[in-house]
T-cell receptor, first 112, second 110 residues
């Protein structure tokens, strides 16, 4: 079983839709969870960062962590064409020298 | 804002050449990382450094070496480039768990 699983998509939605992106993981030591957005031929950009379980909201983006289920989600409300990108989840454990374990990314297209 | 810069956006080299990829960060971060990103394989860690002159192998260090003589600069070296090292190379820096990435270098080895 891979440490982090992420559905690669592609996911195509109409403008204004609510998008749900998800990752599952197997390592119960993961405590730090991140979502990155990567536009084509660019470097990943940090979107959301959460510690342990719970929700975090930033504008149209909400990150959720459910450690009991080893499941994290990113919700995008009122999706825009500019949200079209690959979304990568990443996570880390205490004592890991700050190394991240990444999912392989989900390609999202928001159609006008 | 954290700024991570990489020396080239696109690079074309010949098989057997020695290749240097440079990364500079301006936020005085302790930790720096080199990844490669390939379709279907995601981001894979090549090397990382958690202090000047300190480095550790990542998941795929074979064929690569690194240098960190100054805190802000982390270099990836391909000793003898091969075609299977054609890839997108990404540098990142962090003080804690949040990593900040550079724009990437698209390297093609012919």
């Amino acid at each position: 079983q891979k440490e982090v699983e992420q559905d690669p998509g592609p996911l195509s939605v109409p403008e204004g839709a609510i998008v749900s992106l998800n990752c599952t993981y197997s390592n119960s030591a993961f405590q730090y969870f991140m979502w990155y957005r990567q536009y084509s031929r660019k470097g990943p950009e940090l979107l959301m960062y959460t510690y342990s379980s719970g929700n975090k909201e930033d504008g149209r983006f909400t990150a959720q962590v459910d450690k009991s289920s080893k499941y994290i989600s990113l919700f995008i409300r009122d999706s825009q064409p500019s949200d079209s990108a690959t979304y990568l989840c990443a996570m880390s454990a205490v004592g890991s020298n700050y190394k991240l374990t990444f999912g392989k990314g989900t390609l999202l297209t928001v159609n006008p | 804002d954290v700024k991570v810069t990489q020396s080239s956006r696109y690079l074309v080299k010949r098989t057997g050449e020695k290749v240097f990829l440079e990364c500079v960060q301006d936020m005085d971060h302790e930790n720096m990382f080199w990844y490669r990103q390939d379709p279907g394989l995601g981001l894979r860690l090549i090397y990382f450094s958690y202090d000047v002159k300190m480095k550790e192998k990542g998941d795929i260090p074979e064929g690569y070496s690194v240098s960190r003589e100054k805190k802000e600069r982390f270099s990836l070296i391909l000793e003898s480039a091969s075609t299977n090292q054609t890839s997108m190379y990404l540098c990142a820096s962090s003080e804690g768990y949040e990593q900040f990435f550079g724009p990437g270098t698209r390297l093609t080895v012919l």
